[in-house]
């Protein structure tokens, strides 16, 4: 513990409860306003009279209250008429984990939860969503992909969110006596109002590691650097993504095409269903798509906002000069989460360009065979081998 001490001053979001370091920090998208600050709107009705209270009375700023502890779900069974797509049965896998992943199987933050899961050679099943319908989900309150269910003593711990799925099962299997359900505690969801009023949710410390006391000789740089690279996966290059897989019409039903063989939705889907995800996904994509450059600024030639981000993040890890990895010797989480995203275009016209014309194939074909291969399982052998049960 002495040695994560002197790094505290550095890690200013951190506090220490219960033996263990959990982050305090506030959800990045809050912005501070005078429009929810009561101190501030009572001086806008001091000055502003009328004008200040209507303003006021327009936007609710009442707060918001927010429970203590364990807010991710805990389903007493599972979901009543759900069917199991397929399973993912991985021989090394030691962890004793009953996992299940409720996933649309291009969705970019899907593929990066099963990115992690292969790595790691955790074993789990899947439920494929209807995109549209969206029936598989119509149990849970959190209407968005992916969900995933951890069998416990307790029940079945849900999990929404990629990076705080991440998160959380990294921070478990670096771990030795800490079940599930405590460490998905350490990820509360909030609710609060945004500058309009609108009450959003957020899910805290998403991609912070719950280490406790286990730095395994990483830096706190190395640590800070992961999670912001992470972020910007999720944040920025997964923004350059649907401008592009979605550029033509001819495009996007290519794309949907290869949707539907790789998530075998003739298989999962009856016919109708399959041919609604097809033609009204693609036309509605591509339309939806143009939409997208707009509001994340790309250039008008999108492949090269694609070029751009992929380049950046090659030139990134030849910068810190340790590896072929931005982990160094062996990818760490930032790697995943890149890698995952990217694979979700793998089969579309946007990845084939990508691949001919920037810098990521090396980085990509190398993390592709880290995968696939679950290379990343004999790091967690020993912590999943110390656990009795799972909980």
């Known amino acids: 513990m002495a040695h994560l001490n002197k790094y505290i001053s550095l890690l200013r979001n951190v506090v220490k409860c219960n033996g263990r370091f959990l982050s305090t920090r506030p959800p990045p998208i809050v912005k501070a306003s005078f429009l929810n600050n009561p101190v501030f709107v009572g001086l806008s009705l001091g000055v502003g009279g009328t004008l200040g209270y209507a303003y ?11 429970e203590m502890g364990n807010t991710q779900p805990i389903l007493k069974s599972f979901p009543e008429g759900i069917t199991v797509s397929r399973k993912v049965r991985i021989p090394e896998d030691t962890t004793g984990l009953k996992i299940t992943l409720f996933q649309y199987p291009t969705c970019p933050f899907c593929c990066k939860v099963r990115a992690f899961l292969d ?11 209807n995109a549209v319908l969206r029936q598989q989900i119509r149990w849970s309150s959190y209407k968005k992909v992916p969900i995933l269910l951890v069998q416990t003593p307790n029940g079945y711990q849900q999990m929404n969110d990629s990076s705080m799925i991440v998160s959380c099962l990294a921070s478990y299997l670096s771990e030795t006596n800490v079940g599930v359900e405590e460490v998905a505690s350490y990820f509360p969801e909030t609710e609060y109002r945004d500058d309009d009023g609108v009450i959003k949710k957020e899910i805290m410390n998403r991609y912070f590691l719950m280490l406790n006391d286990r730095m395994n000789g990483r830096s706190v740089k190395d640590i800070m ?16 993504l649907s401008p592009n ?31 609604l995800m097809v033609n009204v996904g693609a036309y509605a994509m591509y339309f939806i798509s143009k939409r997208l450059k707009k509001r994340h600024n790309l250039k008008d030639e999108v ?77 967690v052998k020993h912590y999943a081998n110390q656990k009795a049960v799972v909980g």
């Not at 912001?228 to 290059?237: G, M, N, P, S, V």
């Not at 760490?332 to 990521?360: M, P, T, W």
């Open 225 to 240: 650097d992961e999670r912001k690279w992470r972020k910007w996966a999720d944040q920025t290059l997964v923004h350059t």
């Open 56 to 66: 006021y009375s327009a936007i609710n700023t009442e707060p918001v209250y927010n």
């Open 245 to 275: 897989v979605y550029r033509t019409k001819e495009e996007a039903f290519q794309a949907f095409e290869w949707f539907s063989e790789v998530g075998e939705w003739d298989k999962h889907f009856s016919s109708w269903e399959r041919w």
């Open 119 to 129: 790595y790691y050679g955790v074993s789990y099943d899947i439920v494929e969503v």
């Open 303 to 379: 492949r090269q906002s694609l070029y751009d981000e992929c380049n950046l993040w090659v030139k990134t890890i030849e910068a810190r000069n340790n590896g072929p990895y931005f982990g160094g010797q062996r990818p760490n989480l930032a790697d995943l989460a890149v890698y995952g995203v990217l694979s979700s275009i793998e089969g579309c016209e946007a990845f084939k360009d990508l691949l001919g014309k920037s810098r990521i194939r090396s980085w990509y074909e190398k993390m592709k065979t880290n995968v696939t291969n679950h290379l990343g399982n004999e790091y």
